[in-house]
Nanobody
Framework: QVQLVESGGGLVQPGGSLRLSCAASGATLSIGAMTWYRQAPGKERELVAWISSAGDSTNYADSVKGRFTISRDNAKKTTYLQMNNLRPEDSSIYLC??????????????WGQGTQVTVSS
């Protein structure tokens, strides 16, 4: 019953902005570090951004530094990716991944289903 669901993708003009959300649902005891990945057709999956469980540490791929910001709201069980100054090469399916413990004491890695981001004029 635990799952991650991404939202916020869409079609945007170059230079535009989008905010992606990754919401955890179900009976979660705790949520650890969260990571955003992206995967374009014919390309390997790329780590985009990472954030620690408390939100006090982050890291980014060089290609998105200064343009993307990862954040989280643990009360809402949601992780965000604010994407500014988008470029066509940012077009991809964006996926979130996280380590989640349920109330049975089981910790597992979960992946969202992905949300499509298309940057085009």
């Amino acid at each position: 019953q635990v799952q991650l669901v991404e939202s916020g993708g869409g079609l945007v003009q170059p230079g535009g902005s989008l905010r992606l959300s990754c919401a955890a649902s179900g009976a979660t005891l705790s949520i650890g570090a969260m990571t955003w990945y992206r995967q374009a057709p014919g390309k390997e999956r790329e780590l985009v951004a990472w954030i620690s469980s408390a939100g006090d540490s982050t890291n980014y791929a060089d290609s998105v530094k200064g343009r993307f910001t990862i954040s989280r709201d643990n009360a809402k069980k949601t992780t965000y990716l604010q994407m500014n100054n988008l470029r066509p090469e940012d077009s991809s399916i964006y996926l979130c991944k996280g380590l989640i413990a349920d109330f049975a004491g089981r910790s597992s890695v979960y992946w969202g289903q992905g949300t499509q981001v298309t940057v085009s004029s």
